[in-house]
Each structure stands twice: as structure tokens, then as C-alpha cells.
């Protein structure tokens, strides 16, 4: 049999009757185009988290207070809540440890803050002015934090462009607006860029900035602590070193002797990196996983039809063979049919997941991405779902006895 009939016996035998192959071709469709959709969201938020994090900074570590500890079957507690750093430690690690850049000790927490006729609950830093570069914090309008500014604990606040919209009208010019934080009135000096954050409790757009000195006299209370301090590097290839000095150091400083009892955490953007894309990894395949069981369940559908159509078909194969045609003429057919099916409706499948997940994304609803890898994975899985389902009805078919099925009524 020569590739031409090939061709026309397989797109005659699926014309035979439409219907029939347009559904069982739609099972594939439905597995397809849902692989491409829910991977593309997982890519998409792997992506997005990605970026978030490369947006807080640049070579970034950061110093937590407190010791990550499990109680019991593994609830961990204790990071960030305890009080172990202090400005000390941080003004230790600026002069003592070498591949240092910059840093930013920082004193957190969240206040309602009011403006004329609004307000809103957000979280606002007590920083110094280093912290614009630590955590790469650009300033669309006005000015940054500046040292005359922590020095003389001045009651000024940088807003971030979701706080700005939450408290102030349209078009009307923040900077020098008057804000009260725990009933305490604060000049808003300037406004910082955008950094695409899409909302939650770490939306890095809705955030307020004051003065470090301000914050622990008026707002905490407190002189002696900090809730975390940034730490930048001076290039990404020193990060592990100054990791590793900075835990030497603060080891020593606060007389711990066995480094699993540390009263902190000192963390680098590669492991948080790491660990984010470690969960939407794991997110990604258990959406893949989900979507391929309508795969299985199309597969089984062709395997049905194969089947079906090698019954209705057993005079004609018994007629072909006795005309000479041999088993594996019959084989290569039937197997021809089922991987044409399932290959065109791959091809729709992966048009549909694609149009779909650019609609998501053209809609702002969530953020997907489509790889190459992922669109040729799917036309693989389609044809080998083809080849694995059709096997067994085209090897069926192939092993009829031509006089028995010459008989078949």
C-alpha cells in the first residue's frame, strides 16, 4: 500500500461517519486544549512569583529575628515573631562584613492611616535611606527617604501608587498631602513606582516608607529591636559568602555557640527564588496531571471506536486480504486512523488552549504562559496516545482470519 492510499483510505474511513469522529475526536480536543490552559496558568504564576521576587531587590539576603522551629508534626513557628535583631547587629554587618553594598535595617507593621475623607489599612517600613537601593524602590514623584530626614526623626512618608489610590482622588498630586498614622500627622514626600505587585498581604505597591528613627519613636515605641534587616551584595557571586559571614557573625554577637540554635534567619533571593519555584513547579505538574486524565479517558474513547469500527469492518478486511493485502497492510491502516484522529485533534486542542489562555491573560485575569516545549509536548502525547490506543484494535484487525471474516454478517 503506497503512502497515497494510505492518505485516502484513513481520511475516507473518518468521513464515513462524521459524527462519530467528531466526538470521539473532541475527548482529545477537551484533553488537549485543558493540558495547555491550566499549564500555561502554572508557567504563568511560576513566572509572575519570579518576578516579584527579582523586583525586591538586587543580590538581596535578609536577616529575620527568631529561629524557624518544628513543634510537634512539623508547625513551625518563631521566624520573624521574636526580637533578636537589633541596630547594632546591623550596623555590624555594614562595617565588619566585606561584600557588602548596602544595608537597610527595617522596622515593620500595619496601622490604619487616614487622609482627608478616606482611609485605608496598609503596611508601613521604618527604613533609612539605603533601603531604596537594597530593595530596588524607584520614585516616580517627590523624593526618597533622606538621612536629614533620620537624623532629625521628621514625620515624612514615601507612598507606594496603590496606597496613593487608595487615599487620594484622581489626578490629585500626593506629594505634600498630609496623612495621619496612628492618629500622628505625616508629609507624604514622595511616591514610588510601580512594581506590578498583583495584590495580597506582601503587594509591594501598597506600602508606606518613613524614616527609621521616626518609626521606632512615634510608631513602635521602641529603640531596641527591628523587625528584619536587607542586606545587598555587591555582585550575585558573593551572595553565599556574605550569607555565610553575616550567620558567622551574628553567631558571635549574640553568643550562640551551636549554629541550629541561631535566634535568626539570614535568607538569599536564590533561596527564595528556589523555594517559590519549587511550589508552583509541584503546582504546574498536579494542574498537567489533572488535565491529562481527560486525556486518558479521550484515548479510551478512540480505543472504543477502533474497536467498533474493525467490527463493522471485518468483511472488507477479509476481502482485502484475500485480494492479497497482508497483516501488516491491515496493522499500519487502522493504526494510521487513530493517530490521524487524535494528531487533528491535538491540533485544535492546542489552537483552543492557546486562544484560551490569551484571553485570560489579554483580560488581566491571570497571568499564562505558553512554551514551545509545552505546545510540542502536546502534539507528542497526542500522536502517542494515537499509537498506544490504536495498537490493539489495529493489531486485531491485522490477525482476522480472511475466510472467517469474509463470513462475518
Do not use: C
Not at 550575585?236 to 558571635?252: C, E, F, G, H, K
Amino acid at each position: 500500500m503506497t503512502t497515497q492510499d494510505l492518505i485516502h483510505e484513513t481520511f475516507s474511513a473518518l468521513t464515513a461517519n462524521k459524527i462519530r469522529t467528531a466526538l470521539t475526536m473532541l475527548g482529545i480536543v477537551i484533553g488537549i486544549s485543558s493540558v495547555i490552559i491550566l499549564v500555561s496558568i502554572g508557567q504563568g504564576a511560576q513566572s509572575s512569583i519570579q518576578s516579584s521576587i527579582q523586583a525586591i531587590g538586587s543580590n538581596l539576603i535578609i536577616i529575620f529575628p527568631g529561629a524557624e522551629r518544628s513543634f510537634g508534626y512539623g508547625a513551625s513557628g518563631g521566624r520573624g515573631a521574636a526580637q533578636t535583631l537589633t541596630p547594632a547587629d546591623a550596623d555590624a554587618i555594614s562595617s565588619e562584613v566585606s561584600g557588602v553594598s548596602a544595608v537597610a535595617p527595617e522596622l515593620d507593621g500595619r496601622y490604619q492611616i487616614t487622609a482627608p475623607g478616606t482611609n485605608t489599612n496598609t503596611q508601613v517600613i521604618g527604613t533609612v535611606p539605603a533601603y531604596s537601593t537594597v530593595r530596588n524602590v524607584q520614585v516616580s514623584d517627590g523624593d526618597f527617604i533622606s538621612e536629614s530626614d533620620v537624623s532629625n526623626m521628621s514625620k515624612v512618608a514615601v507612598i507606594g501608587p496603590t496606597t496613593a489610590s487608595d487615599l487620594f482622588a484622581s489626578g490629585t498630586e500626593p506629594v505634600g498631602q498630609t496623612i495621619r498614622i496612628k492618629g500622628l500627622q505625616f508629609t507624604i514626600v514622595g511616591v514610588s513606582k510601580s512594581k506590578g505587585s498583583t495584590g495580597g498581604p506582601g503587594n509591594q505597591d501598597d506600602i508606606i516608607y518613613v524614616p527609621l528613627s521616626t518609626a521606632q519613636l512615634f510608631l513602635t515605641g521602641s529603640t531596641k529591636y527591628l523587625s528584619s534587616v536587607s542586606v545587598s551584595a555587591t555582585d550575585q557571586s558573593a551572595m553565599t559568602q556574605v550569607q555565610n559571614d553575616i550567620t558567622s557573625l551574628l553567631l558571635s554577637r549574640h553568643k550562640i555557640s551551636d549554629p541550629t540554635k541561631a535566634d535568626f534567619n539570614v535568607l538569599n533571593q536564590a533561596d527564595i527564588v528556589s523555594a517559590a519555584s519549587s511550589v508552583t513547579g509541584t503546582f504546574t505538574w498536579l494542574l498537567g496531571a489533572v488535565a491529562g486524565i481527560s486525556l486518558l479517558v479521550g484515548g479510551i474513547g478512540i480505543m472504543n471506536m477502533m474497536l467498533t469500527t474493525v467490527t463493522e469492518r471485518t468483511r472488507e478486511i477479509g476481502l482485502r486480504k484475500a485480494i492479497g493485502a497482508k497483516a501488516a497492510d491491515i496493522n499500519i491502516q487502522f493504526l494510521s486512523e487513530a493517530v490521524a484522529l487524535t494528531v487533528i485533534g491535538g491540533g485544535i486542542g492546542v489552537t483552543i488552549g492557546w486562544l484560551v489562555a490569551y484571553t485570560i491573560t489579554s483580560l488581566g485575569v491571570l497571568e499564562t504562559t505558553i512554551s514551545g516545549s509545552s505546545i510540542l509536548l502536546a502534539f507528542g502525547v497526542s500522536a502517542g496516545i494515537g499509537i498506544v490506543f490504536g495498537y490493539y484494535p489495529a493489531r486485531r484487525a491485522s490477525k482476522l482470519n480472511p475466510i472467517e471474516a469474509l463470513r462475518y454478517e
